[in-house]
Each structure stands twice: as structure tokens, then as C-alpha cells.
């Protein structure tokens, strides 16, 4: 089993809905969660990162954690075609000040149209 | 700032060839990664080094090898390539002692192995 899942898409939402990304991790003991968005040819750039089980409110993003169910999602409100990309969900098991490695998941395409 | 840089930006290689990933970072980072992205399967770990002085193998290490040179510097080789190491690769860097860290990366190596 893959560390971390992703739906791979493409997800398609017309302009101004919203689009829900989740995400599902395999390791209990997982601390960090983030969300990257990555446009098409470029390096991911980072949206959101969550530590605590609740909501996480950024402009139009808010990141969802619930570490009982082992699940990451990310809503975007009023979607816009520049929010048109790959979203990357990474997850970082480690212990605080201990150092340790960052896993993706595979991505979700996202595609907004006008 | 530079943040994370990468050489070269493109290669092409032939099959048997060796050559090496160049990455460096001016953030202060202690944690640095190679990851591979592939279309459909996001971004994989190849190595990564937790601190200046370590290196770990990540998801996908068969065929590369890593050498953290100092703390600014992680480096990249592959010994003998083959046409299934064609992919992009990033280098990223993040500060694991931040509890709200994230990781910075590199413009990415598009490498082609023929």
C-alpha cells in the first residue's frame, strides 16, 4: 500500500464551485501534512500545511485533517481556471526536531473551467 | 535569495552513462531530498539527507547513489543510466527544527536517457 493516495483526477469543476482534493496516509504516526500545487513544467509550490485535526482556513483554501481517519483534504472555494493544476498532498511522518522524509502522494489534476 | 538551485536543467544521456545531479541550497536547511516525478505517479523519494553527515534511502534509491557534501550541498549520481531513470528530477530542502516548515524546491533536471 502506497504511503500516501491521492485520486488521481482529472477533476474537473466549473468556474466559482467549489473543489474538494483528499488524500489518505498509511502512517499512524505522521505529524506534518501539506498541500503543493504544481503547475504544469514548474516546481511544486506549497498551498497549506496542517498540523492539528480541524480546519485550516487560508483565502480561498482551507485544509481538513482528521488523524482517527488517517485523511487530508483540501477545498478550494470560488475556483478560478488559474487555479487549473496538479495538487500535490505530502505528509511528513516525522517525530519533531528529529529530522525525517517528506512523501507525496500522486497527485490530483484539477481542471476549472470557465 | 536563490533558495534551491539545481544543474544541469536538461540532459540527455546515453544508455550507460554516469553523470551527476547537482544541488545546493542558501536557506540554512538541515533536510535535503531527491525526488523523481514521472507522469501519473507524482513525486517519489530517492534519498534523502536528514542532516549534514546522513543520507537514507527513500521509495525508489536502485540505480542512484547521494553524497551530502556539506549542509548546503546534496548531490545526485547515477552510476550507469537506463531509459528507465528518463524522468524529472527535483531537489528540495526544508528546515525539519520548524514545526511550520515546508519544503523549498529546485526548477527540476529534465533527463532523457536514450
Known amino acids: 500500500q502506497k504511503e500516501v493516495e491521492q485520486n488521481s483526477g482529472p477533476l474537473s469543476v466549473p468556474e466559482g464551485a467549489i473543489a474538494s482534493l483528499n488524500c489518505t496516509y498509511s502512517?499512524?504516526?505522521?505529524?506534518?501534512f501539506f498541500w503543493y500545487r504544481q503547475y504544469s513544467g514548474k516546481s511544486p509550490e506549497l498551498i497549506m500545511s496542517?498540523?492539528?485535526?480541524g480546519d485550516k482556513e487560508d483565502g480561498r483554501f482551507t485544509a481538513q485533517l482528521n488523524k482517527a481517519s488517517q485523511y487530508v483534504s483540501l477545498l478550494i472555494r470560488d475556483s478560478q481556471p488559474s487555479d487549473s493544476a496538479t495538487y500535490l498532498c505530502a505528509v511528513n511522518p516525522m517525530i519533531y526536531n528529529q529530522g525525517g522524509k517528506l512523501i507525496f502522494g500522486q497527485g490530483t489534476e484539477l481542471s476549472v473551467k470557465p | 535569495n536563490a533558495g534551491v538551485t539545481q544543474t544541469p536543467k536538461f540532459q540527455v544521456l546515453k544508455t550507460g552513462q554516469s553523470m551527476t545531479l547537482q544541488c545546493a541550497q542558501d536557506?540554512?536547511?538541515?533536510?535535503m531530498y531527491w525526488y523523481r516525478q514521472d507522469p501519473g505517479m507524482g513525486l517519489r523519494l530517492i534519498y534523502y539527507s536528514a542532516s549534514e553527515g546522513t543520507t537514507d534511502k527513500g521509495e525508489v534509491p536502485n540505480g542512484y547513489n547521494v553524497s551530502r557534501l556539506n549542509k548546503r550541498e546534496f548531490s545526485l549520481r547515477l552510476e550507469s543510466a537506463a531509459p528507465s531513470q528518463t524522468s524529472v528530477y527535483f531537489c528540495?530542502?526544508?528546515?525539519?527544527?520548524?514545526?511550520?516548515?515546508?519544503?523549498?524546491f529546485g526548477q527540476g533536471t529534465r533527463l532523457t536517457v536514450v
Open positions: 528540495a530542502s526544508s528546515d525539519y527544527r520548524d514545526p511550520n516548515t515546508e519544503a523549498f
Open positions: 502512517d499512524r504516526v505522521s505529524q506534518s
Open positions: 536557506m540554512n536547511h538541515n533536510s
Open positions: 496542517i498540523y492539528s485535526n
